[in-house]
């Protein structure tokens, strides 16, 4: 089983007629005692990305599980699932 899972995980962000695709169908799996990397290109989605895969931002479409346990996107519950399982640490 893994800890993190993600499938066609997309995301994109609307201003007004303009729509920009951040994240296209992402699908992530970790396993415990498992490290990852994510590389990419300045603008390539990496942040939007983590930040979904954290339970801080919703993704438009696709699905997610942590240890397991779909993640429901409604605001209550999206919080308890960062409060028990997620830690953040910022580069600044």
């Known amino acids: ?43 390539s989605g990496k942040t939007t990305l983590l930040s979904i895969l954290g339970c801080i931002l919703h993704p438009d479409s696709g699905k997610m599980w942590v ?5 429901n996107w409604t605001g209550s519950e999206l919080t308890s699932y960062r409060r028990r399982h997620f830690g953040f640490v910022y580069q600044q």
Do not use: F
């Open 1 to 43: 089983m893994n800890l993190l899972e993600s499938e066609n995980v997309v995301k994109v962000y609307r201003t007004g007629a303009e729509e920009v695709a951040a994240v296209k169908g992402a699908s992530v799996g970790v396993a415990a005692g498992e490290m990852a990397l994510l590389m990419g290109p300045s603008g």
């Open 67 to 71: 240890c397991g346990e779909e993640v």
